[in-house]
């Protein structure tokens, strides 16, 4: 009898071990970018993701970056939840089976998100898996290239890099 018992049971356990190591978020847990040594020079922002081909991720992925900004009712004392905010989508340019590398394809457009304290990619903001392998390129990230009116709006509220002056 009670074998009939401990193989179900065994079952489940195994099933919702499975499901929440599936479950995992992944993040961004380190950026760094290139030092123009020109004013012509390009520079480029590589993020670091702690999802690699082991999850199934390919060069040429793009990925959905969001921030969970927790949000609290001063009046009540309360915490309301997380806020989700759209802040990117990245294109991976390096994978390996533990982590990757992306550069950044499309940024929120400000005016069309929450205000949050700090409107680029930073460590600590999620990802998800949007597309397999686009055809975006990874665009540059100059200083000049961050005024609103240069963008390029794309579907979801997301901007495209403009042109530089």
């Known amino acids: ?30 950026v760094r970018r290139t030092f123009a040594m020109k004013d012509s020079d390009p520079i480029y922002r590589d993020y670091y993701i702690n999802m690699g081909s082991d999850n199934g991720l390919q060069v040429g992925d793009t990925l959905s970056v969001k921030r969970h ?18 802040i990117a989508k990245i294109k991976v340019i390096h994978s390996q089976p533990s982590m990757s590398v992306a550069r950044t394809i499309a940024e929120s457009s400000y005016q069309n998100i929450p205000v949050v304290q700090f409107e680029q990619i930073m460590m600590g903001d999620r990802v998800e898996l949007v597309s397999r392998n686009a055809e975006t390129e990874p665009t540059p990230v ?8 240069e963008k390029t709006e794309v579907k979801g509220g997301v901007t495209a890099p403009g042109p530089a002056l």
Not at 69 to 83: E, F, L
């Open 69 to 86: 900004v927790p949000i609290i009712d001063s009046y009540k004392n309360k915490a309301q939840g997380d806020m989700i905010v759209q």
């Open 142 to 149: 100059n200083e000049s290239q961050k005024k609103t009116d």
């Open 1 to 30: 009898m009670v074998r009939y018992f401990l193989i179900p049971l065994a079952f489940i356990i195994y099933t919702a071990t499975v499901a929440l190591a599936d479950s995992k978020e992944y993040s961004i847990f380190d």
